[in-house]
C-alpha cells in the first residue's frame, strides 16, 4: 500500500488518478489537508464519502510509521520511540522552554554514519536515511500528544545534509500553505559541518535557519573527536559558512559540545574566536549529556565543571561573541542532546 503522509497536493492527486480512476481533483487537497490536521484514519475524513473512505482504506495507509513507546521526563520534555515500517526503530522528542513554547526535535537517519565520539547515536552505527514520510510522521506523532508546536528542530538522530533530498520534499509539505503551514523560520538544521550540503542548502534552500555542530576548531582535535572533520576541514566548512551567509544572509549557529577537560581549553576558546570571526554567529554552548560507555583514549567522557563552563561563557562573550548556553532537557529519558540512540528491527 502507497503511505499518503509524505505526498504533496500534486502528488496525491497523481497518484489518486491511477488508483481511483476519475476522482475529482479537489478530493486530494482534502486529504492532504486531514493529514496535516493529524487525521489516524480514513475515516476522520468526514467530508469524504463513506464509499470513499472505504476505497482509500482498501489502497491506501495514512501511515508507514507508529509509536512504540513514549517516556516522559519531569521536565516536560517527551521522547517517542517510533517503529518504522520496516522494523527500524528512531526517536523523536517534544521539549518545551521555560516560556513554554514547544519544540519537535526530529531525525533524518537510522542511526548516523558520522560517528562523533560524544554521541549516542554515532556509536550505533548507520542503518539508512529515512524517506520523506517518515520525516513527517515523526512530526505528527509529536503533535498527536501536543497540538501547539511552535518550531522544529532537525537534531535529532543523523546527520540531516547526508539526507538533504528526503528532508526537502518533508519540509515542503510541513510548511505548505494548504497543510500544516508551519513557516521555515521556525525550523532549524544542525548539521556536523558537511561542506558540499551547506553549498547545497545555500543555493537551492529550503531556507531555514542553520547551525553548525563545530565542538572545536582546533583541527587536531575535531578529527579526532568527529571524524567528519576529515573529509570537512575547518577551512573549507568556514568558506562554506560565507558563502551560505552570502546566499541566504542569515545568522549562523555554531554549537560548542563541551566536554571536560578536552574541549574547555584557552587554545579551544582562542580557536574558536577565530572561526567565528568574519561569520555573522551566535555560539551556543552544549555541556555533555552523559552516555554510560564513551570514552576518549581509553578515558571516560565527563560533563564540564561549572567553573568550565562559566570561564568558557566569560571569555567568549569579553571577546565580542555573542553566547546562548543549552539547559538540560530530557536526561532522565536519554532525550537530550547526544542521548538519542535506537536502532533495533
Not at 468526514?46 to 473512505?53: A, E, K, M, P, V
Not at 529519558?333 to 535506537?342: D, N, T, V
Amino acid at each position: 500500500m502507497a503511505v499518503l503522509s509524505g505526498l504533496s497536493p500534486d502528488q496525491l492527486a497523481e497518484l489518486l488518478e491511477t488508483t481511483l480512476a476519475g476522482l475529482p481533483s479537489f478530493r486530494a487537497a482534502q486529504i492532504f489537508k486531514w493529514i496535516a490536521r493529524g487525521a489516524l484514519s480514513f475515516n476522520d475524513m468526514t467530508d469524504l464519502s463513506r464509499d470513499l473512505r472505504e476505497k482509500l482504506a482498501a489502497r491506501h495507509s495514512l501511515y508507514g510509521s507508529s509509536i512504540a513507546d513514549r517516556l516522559d521526563d519531569p521536565d516536560g520534555t517527551v521522547k517517542l520511540k517510533i517503529r518504522l515500517a520496516d522494523g527500524a526503530m528512531v526517536e523523536a522528542v517534544l521539549l518545551a522552554d521555560g516560556e513554554g513554547r514547544q519544540t519537535a526535535c526530529i531525525s533524518t537517519q537510522a542511526g548516523c554514519p558520522v560517528g562523533c565520539v560524544f554521541c549516542k547515536t554515532g556509536s550505533l552505527g548507520f542503518l539508512r536515511n529515512l524517506e520523506a514520510s517518515e520525516i513527517v510522521e515523526q512530526f505528527l506523532h509529536i503533535r498527536s500528544i501536543s497540538p501547539a508546536i511552535a518550531n522544529i528542530v532537525i537534531m535529532g538522530m543523523g546527520e540531516p545534509l547526508l539526507n538533504l533530498e528526503e528532508l526537502r520534499k518533508a519540509l515542503d509539505i510541513i510548511t505548505h500553505k494548504d497543510g500544516i503551514g508551519l513557516s521555515k523560520r521556525r525550523i532549524t538544521l544542525s548539521t556536523s559541518g558537511i561542506v558540499e550540503g551547506i553549498r547545497h542548502l545555500a543555493d537551492a534552500g529550503p531556507d531555514i535557519r542553520l547551525a553548525v555542530s563545530l565542538t572545536t576548531a582546533d583541527p587536531a582535535l575535531r578529527e579526532q573527536l568527529m571524524p567528519i572533520g576529515r573529509s570537512n576541514p575547518l577551512p573549507e566548512l568556514k568558506e562554506a559558512l560565507r558563502y551560505y551567509q552570502k546566499k541566504r544572509d542569515r545568522r549562523i549557529t555554531l554549537e560548542a559540545v563541551l566536554l571536560g577537560g578536552i574541549n574547555t581549553r584557552n587554545e579551544d576558546i582562542d580557536a574558536l574566536v577565530n572561526f567565528a570571526r568574519g561569520l555573522d554567529a551566535a555560539v551556543n554552548l552544549i555541556p555533555w549529556n552523559p552516555v554510560e560507555g564513551m570514552t576518549f583514549h581509553g578515558h571516560a567522557l565527563r560533563q564540564p565543571s561549572g567553573a568550565e563552563i562559566t570561564q568558557f561563557t566569560r571569555e567568549l562573550t569579553r571577546r565580542g561573541i555573542t553566547v546562548t548556553r543549552r539547559f538540560r532537557k530530557g536526561r532522565s529519558i536519554a532525550g537530550a542532546c547526544g542521548q538519542l540512540g535506537e536502532l533495533p528491527r
